[in-house]
Nanobody, 124 residues
Framework: QVQLVESGGGLVHLGASLRLSCAASGGIFSDYAVAWFRQAPGKEREFVAA????????YYAASVEGRFTISKDNAENTAYLQMNSLKPEDTAVYYC?????????????????WGRGTQVTVSS
């Protein structure tokens, strides 16, 4: 069973960049597909990006494609979300999720393990 801890959130201005980290422990990280989701106040949790357990096949929500990059370092047991050209509408709590399968998914119910989230706030 894997435990996930996110870090790297903060308050930034329009157009800035942030890199979120998701540190995993308690499992063989290379067995897990990973995704990032986000949830803004009053809204449902939404898919941001996902990556397969190995091989680095990635998927993105249309709203972030071209600006965000998900990656996974199995040797370091860490996944990342590089966020560039941030916009106020990117403001949310960002969650890392993992599932013990090679393939990723855009559905939150398909993930068994979740971190507690890290706040990202983008001011205009």
């Amino acid at each position: 069973q894997v435990q996930l801890v996110e870090s790297g959130g903060g308050l930034v201005h329009l157009g800035a960049s942030l890199r979120l980290s998701c540190a995993a422990s308690g499992g063989i990280f290379s067995d897990y597909a990973v995704a990032w989701f986000r949830q803004a106040p009053g809204k449902e949790r939404e898919f941001v990006a996902a990556i397969t357990a190995i091989g680095g096949i990635t998927y993105y929500a249309a709203s972030v494609e071209g600006r965000f990059t998900i990656s996974k370092d199995n040797a370091e047991n860490t996944a990342y979300l590089q966020m560039n050209s941030l916009k106020p509408e990117d403001t949310a709590v960002y969650y890392c999720a993992a599932r013990n399968r090679h393939g990723s998914s855009y559905l939150p119910n398909n993930y068994d393990y979740w971190g507690r989230g890290t706040q990202v706030t983008v001011s205009s």
